[in-house]
């Protein structure tokens, strides 16, 4: 009998300490649009300029690098200009500078938002697999298409030659969440296949609740083997 009360008392703390492993979920995106270069990163070009995506960290913030290819500066129409995230438009300038300015053979960079600020909910998904990071961290990885992704974003950017543009162009590049890892455990970001990929929800164990549960859990197998 006090055999099988410690085994039980001993399988008990080993499901609440395992319980309390820290879980993240994060996001890979992709375009149907704008290809990658050889560095994995989004990179879009045409005859006027090139423009870099930036989409990594936690909450997956953008930014953009903008170089113009041409001897005559380029401007971005920021009032026009805007992030369309679930439908819904955001500006990219929060202040009251309407336009950015790039001289010629130079670059700028644009800073916006964190994209994903919330845990993304699906109901179906194209197809699924699971596996483990190099420090063992567990995942399930789910793929979704651009029809049944959980979560899609546009950039729309309106620029112009010149300082005073008579002629203004218009770009939409639109992504979508390719990918969602939900990993039992922590990952470094050198882990991750590419740079596209944020930390959407991270949620850790609590270390002093966890230190207590087990201590108390202990305290009683030891009264146990003694009695």
């Known amino acids: 009998m006090k055999l099988f009360s410690s085994i039980f008392y001993l399988g008990v703390t080993l499901i609440l300490l395992s319980s309390c492993v820290p879980t993240q979920q994060i996001v890979g995106v992709n375009s149907t649009v704008v ?29 953009l690098r903008i170089e113009n290819k041409r001897n005559e500066p380029i401007v971005i129409d920021l009032s026009n200009s805007f992030l369309i995230v679930q439908n819904r438009s955001l500006p990219w300038s929060s202040t009251p500078e309407q336009r950015l300015v790039i001289p010629p053979r130079s670059f700028d960079e644009m800073q916006g938002f964190r994209l994903v600020t919330q845990r993304l909910e699906y109901l179906s998904f194209e197809n699924i697999s699971h596996g483990s990071f190099p420090n063992h961290a567990k995942y399930s990885q789910i793929y979704f298409n651009p029809f049944n992704s959980p979560y899609e974003f546009r950039n729309y950017l309106t620029y112009g030659i010149g300082l005073q543009p008579s002629d203004w162009k218009n770009l939409d590049h639109p992504f979508y969440v390719s990918e969602i890892l939900e990993v039992k455990g922590e990952v470094n970001a050198v882990d991750l296949p590419t740079p596209n990929y944020g930390v959407s929800d991270h949620k850790q164990s609590s270390g002093a609740g966890t230190g207590v549960l ?9 009264i146990l083997l003694v009695s």
């Open 35 to 63: 290809p990658m270069n050889e560095r994995q990163m989004f990179e879009y070009a045409n005859n006027d300029l090139v423009i870099q995506y930036f989409l990594s960290g936690y909450q997956m913030p953008i930014s």
């Open 214 to 222: 087990a201590i108390l859990l202990l305290t009683g197998l030891f």
